[in-house]
């Protein structure tokens, strides 16, 4: 259900880009699911994007400036920049991640670069 909002999502020309738990919400009764909090959002476009969000939502206030958000994809770390499909990709990861793990799979943005995620005990 969650493939199906972010494609009915980039069916209407939006970029969500703030794909978590948090922002997912779930109806016991019926089992459908709602994509909320488009607050970071963005209309699609083709070219790179070259701002993680918008005016209203500056990086500083949303984490610590020296240290990259462990949700950050890696063409963000690496790049400055970042294309709409490949973002939406890694944060469908994250997500998948973060479900499987009961915890965010990267602790420090640089961890995302390297490739470096630390799998608990419980997991086989």
């Given at each position: 259900q969650v493939l199906e909002a972010v494609r009915h999502c980039t069916s209407c020309g939006v970029l969500h880009r703030d794909i978590k738990p948090e922002n997912i919400l779930l109806n016991l009764a019926s089992g459908q699911l709602k994509l909320?909090?488009?607050?970071?959002?963005a209309f699609l476009q083709d070219t790179a994007?070259?701002?993680?969000w918008e005016q209203q939502h500056p990086p500083a206030?949303?984490?610590v400036p020296q240290?990259?958000?462990?949700?950050?994809?890696?063409?963000?770390i690496q790049h400055q920049r970042y294309h709409s499909e490949a973002a939406t990709i890694w944060s469908l990861g994250l997500l998948l991640g973060h479900l499987?793990?009961?915890?965010?799979?990267?602790?420090r943005g640089q961890e995302i670069v390297r490739g470096w995620i630390l799998f608990p005990r419980r997991l086989s």
């Open positions: 909320i909090d488009f607050g970071c959002g994007y070259t701002q993680l206030e949303l984490c240290e990259p958000c462990p949700t950050v994809h890696p063409e963000w499987v793990m009961g915890k965010h799979p990267f602790r």
